[in-house]
């Protein structure tokens, strides 16, 4: 079994920076872990997936502004996934959730099992 945890999710003004971790605790070898955000209204997006060989994608309208960042406990335990976000637009706006699975790494929200809760992320213009 495996348990998503976001947390630093907030408000901020255009331009600025954000960082959102997920602790992902359980057995995530060989896991696929990423970010998906929705806004009110709209479909859940992929945002940035890192793959169990350490391959990472992003959706083109977060390239170059999010890094998406893994690291491993020794005992394979747990994870802790990072997405850090600059030059934030407002359209930014949105739940974020961390997901995971083991079967698919690809930016359809049907694939991935394992969701957290989500952290809103909220960027005024």
């Known amino acids: 079994q495996v348990e998503l945890e976001e947390s630093g999710g907030g408000s901020v003004q255009a331009g600025g920076s954000l960082s959102l971790s997920c602790v992902a605790s359980?057995?995530?070898?060989?896991?696929?872990l990423g970010w998906f955000r929705q806004a009110p209204g709209k479909e859940r997006e992929g945002v940035a997936r890192?793959?169990?060989?350490?391959?990472?994608?992003?959706?083109?309208s977060v390239k170059g502004r999010f890094t998406i960042s893994s690291t491993t406990s020794s005992d394979d335990m747990k994870n802790t996934l990072t997405l850090q976000m600059h030059s934030l637009k407002p359209e930014d706006t949105a739940m974020y959730y961390c997901?995971?699975?083991?079967?698919?790494?690809?930016?359809?929200?049907?694939?991935?099992?394992?969701w957290g809760q989500g952290t809103q992320v909220t960027v005024s213009s």
């Open positions: 997901v995971a699975d083991i079967r698919y790494c690809s930016n359809v929200h049907s694939d991935f099992r394992y």
């Open positions: 359980g057995y995530i070898v060989g896991f696929c």
């Open positions: 890192i793959e169990s060989d350490g391959r990472t994608t992003y959706a083109d």
